[in-house]
């Protein structure tokens, strides 16, 4: 059975991928110990796998001091035919870190998941991540708002800050 995802559904972003940010995070910045007095960038490891809470996207996760970076994997075949994706980018900004997501997701008007795709959109939202542990990433996304974009134009006409959380693949 296809599943095809609703643009409003995909782009709760927090997913969201891709930023060109220059000159956010200073050369130099040790990043802030966590509640659990971790290192907030010890857990993100190149390899590790984090799933959406929200979503059930999976995402390949890369961290260090002044980056991070995660792009989607668990894409259905369907959606990669056309070049579908979710990468993120941010910079640290302080005890966080600032960026963008960059998508391409189809959009379907209705809200059934099997409703018609009338479009695919390149999409850039905002996303913030706030913490970084062994057990949980989470942070906040710039999600639309229901009957907050234009499929035809591609454009976001309302949308807000969410929070999400992320767990490890296990």
């Not at 972003?13 to 007095?37: M, V, Y």
């Not at 907050?148 to 134009?153: L, R, V």
């Not at 454009?155 to 929070?163: G, L, T």
Request: glycine share 8%; charged share 25%.
């Amino acid at each position: 059975m296809k599943r095809f995802w609703k643009l409003q559904i995909n782009v709760v972003l927090i997913t969201a991928i891709f930023i060109q940010l220059s000159g956010c995070a200073r050369k130099g910045d040790q990043p802030n110990a966590t509640a659990e007095g971790k290192n907030p960038s010890a857990s993100a490891q190149p390899k590790d796998i984090w799933i959406s809470e929200t979503t059930g996207k999976e995402y390949h996760v890369t961290a260090n001091n002044d980056t991070f970076h995660a792009e989607w994997v668990n894409i259905s075949p369907d959606s990669s035919a056309h070049g579908a994706y979710i990468r993120t980018e941010c910079k640290r900004q302080g005890a966080k870190w600032v960026g963008t997501s960059a998508s391409f997701l189809p959009c379907s008007a209705g809200k059934d998941p099997k409703s018609k795709i009338e479009n695919w959109c390149h999409l850039e939202t905002k996303i913030e991540i706030e913490s970084i542990t062994a057990d949980r990433i989470s942070g906040r996304g710039e999600a639309i708002k229901s009957g907050g974009f234009d499929c035809a134009k591609c454009k976001i006409v309302d949308s807000e800050m969410k929070d999400f959380f992320w767990s490890p693949k296990r």
